[in-house]
């Protein structure tokens, strides 16, 4: 493959290094103005779930209640931005006392941003946003969804896993969702040796709202919530 300055046409290299600089001005300008906007939110949750559960699903009655319940106590509440499980979510926060926040991307359909948000950051990158959810979480909260949501439950158990990021609490919301692919990475993951059995400590299954908000306490109860002075390098994974 040629290099740029090898290309037979000079203006085209030229453009598209001009362009592939500019790219990563804005990838910059997107985490510098997350770090600018989040850095003291804290404490807080992101909450995740599907676009298409709409009020008439109980999931998205299940993550207003969640929101409203975290914002009360004092949590800021972190989501997508969009409709579905993030518009409960955003919802429950913006009803409560605590800032609701959404971190809203570009898509060319099912995301348009909701109404409910006391702090709003539009993002064109997929990644730029997910550091962000990571980065300023103190506990993340998983309600049914599908790929992207799959996604971002991966990248966080991946990021603790491996010590890029802090442990913080990971809630599942919804046995009878999630228990199956539960049940399917302690007979496969876990048996094939590709996960220890000691991973999955790393994921809670819980239902009801209440029980929700009492587990991020009980994990806080044993530690500081601020990240420690051994935790912020290993956190640092931009």
Do not use: C
């Amino acid at each position: 493959m040629p290099q740029l300055r090898h290309l037979n046409n000079p203006e085209k290299a030229t453009a598209k290094k001009a362009n592939e600089s500019w790219q990563m001005f804005t990838i910059m300008a997107e985490f510098i103005e997350a770090a600018e906007r989040l850095s003291e939110l804290r404490p807080a949750v992101s909450i995740f779930g599907s676009a298409r559960l709409g009020p008439d699903s109980p999931y998205y009655q299940t993550a207003l209640e969640i929101a409203r319940r975290l914002s009360d106590d004092g949590f800021a509440v972190i989501s997508g931005g969009g409709p579905g499980i993030m518009e409960a979510a955003n919802k429950g926060a913006f009803e409560g006392r605590s800032p609701s926040v959404g971190l809203n991307i570009e898509l060319p359909r099912e995301q348009h941003n909701n109404a409910w948000q006391n702090l709003s950051i539009n993002f064109r990158h997929f990644f730029a946003r997910k550091v962000a959810f990571v980065k300023y979480a103190d506990a993340y909260v998983i309600l049914p969804g599908g790929f992207g949501t799959l996604d971002e439950f991966a990248e966080v158990i991946a990021l603790i896993q491996t010590g890029k990021s802090r442990r913080i609490p990971v809630i599942l919301v919804g046995t009878r969702f999630w228990q199956g692919l539960l049940d399917w990475m302690k007979g496969q993951m876990v048996a094939t040796g590709t996960i220890d059995l000691s991973d999955l400590e790393l994921i809670q299954l819980i239902d009801e709202p209440a029980n929700v908000v009492n587990a991020i306490y009980a994990y806080y109860e044993e530690r500081d919530i601020v990240p420690s002075e051994t935790e912020r390098p290993s956190s640092s994974f931009l």
